[in-house]
């Protein structure tokens, strides 16, 4: 099986995430899509992150009914923080039978040279990229294993206005889903 890995905080996940997922996992060669929540990304402050198993379920509980869209806390028992090579050693190895693809947006790959053994990621793997507005793509967009996806949506919203909005005490109605939704108001887990 061909498994497209979608890595982010997820803090929260929004509908430019899933929409985003579902045109990479609709319009591509990928069986299945994996949405990876991150405990801690080295380039984000981790102080600013939800619980790993409040943004587990707010991303499980959005694609519960999507059948090539999955969920995955698999980087919450590998050591911290999380690197994208680590973690994709570990799922080689514990699924030999399966293809992994590295899913990233635009601005990703122009800094994709900053990441922990970037050169074995494009050796070793494909990586499907959608473009991000405002963001050169870099030389690595001409490498035989980045094929970058045109006419995928580009959308607009960012888990950081989402959480300024819970503060401001704002409708946060279709950034996210209802079920996402109803997790942050329930658990208020980004009130300030």
């Known amino acids: 099986m061909k498994i497209g ?3 982010g ?3 929260p996940v929004h509908s430019g995430h899933l929409i985003i997922a579902n045109y990479l996992v609709e319009e591509s060669d990928l069986d299945e899509l994996w949405l990876v929540i991150s405990p801690h990304n080295p380039f984000k402050e981790r102080s600013s992150l939800a619980d790993d198993y409040v943004r587990y379920e707010m991303v499980s509980r959005s694609v519960e009914e999507h059948q090539k869209i999955k969920a995955s806390n698999v980087e ?3 050591p911290k923080p999380s ?3 680590d973690t994709l050693t570990y799922l080689c190895e514990e699924y030999p ?3 992994f693809v590295l899913i990233m947006g635009g601005d990703n790959l122009g800094s994709l040279k900053k990441w922990k053994n970037y050169e074995q990621i494009l ?4 990586i499907y990229v959608y473009k991000r507005p405002n963001y050169e793509l870099g030389d690595l967009a001409e490498h035989p294993n980045v094929k970058i996806f045109e006419e995928a949506p580009l959308i ?3 888990s950081t206005f ?3 909005l819970i503060k401001e005490g704002k409708s946060i109605r279709y950034w996210v889903t209802e079920e996402t939704r109803e997790i942050i108001e329930s658990t208020a887990v980004y009130k300030f």
Do not use: G, W
């Open 76 to 78: 919450f028992d590998l």
């Open 123 to 126: 050796k070793n793997y494909s």
């Open 156 to 158: 607009e919203i960012s």
């Open 5 to 7: 890995l979608f890595f």
């Open 162 to 164: 989402i959480r300024k």
């Open 97 to 99: 039978e399966d293809e």
């Open 9 to 11: 905080s997820f803090n």
């Open 83 to 85: 690197y994208t090579i």
